[in-house]
């Protein structure tokens, strides 16, 4: 495991600043189709991702109203045995 430290550091180190870095960041061709692509790919990832989270958050707020429905139901049942016997 040690090894592929080093491995991985030496490829770090003596790696030239091209493999590094990608087209926009580098200073290359920004205008290339393979920038261009990889752009958009970003771009939809970043869209999966938030379709992702906002299903997840949109969940988590229907069950939790969803509980607060469940227990003004429980209480009002309550109140109403209460005000029975």
Known sequence: MKSLGK???ALAVF???????CAACYGG???SPMTDGMNWGILT???VLGAVL????????Y????SEALNAA???KNSLEATKV
């Open 7 to 9: 491995i991985l550091f």
């Open 15 to 21: 790696a030239p600043a091209k493999v590094l870095a």
């Open 29 to 31: 061709n920004i205008d």
């Open 45 to 47: 990832l970043l869209c």
């Open 54 to 61: 906002a299903t997840a958050l949109t969940l988590l707020i």
């Open 63 to 66: 069950f939790i109203r969803k």
């Open 74 to 76: 429980a209480e009002q």
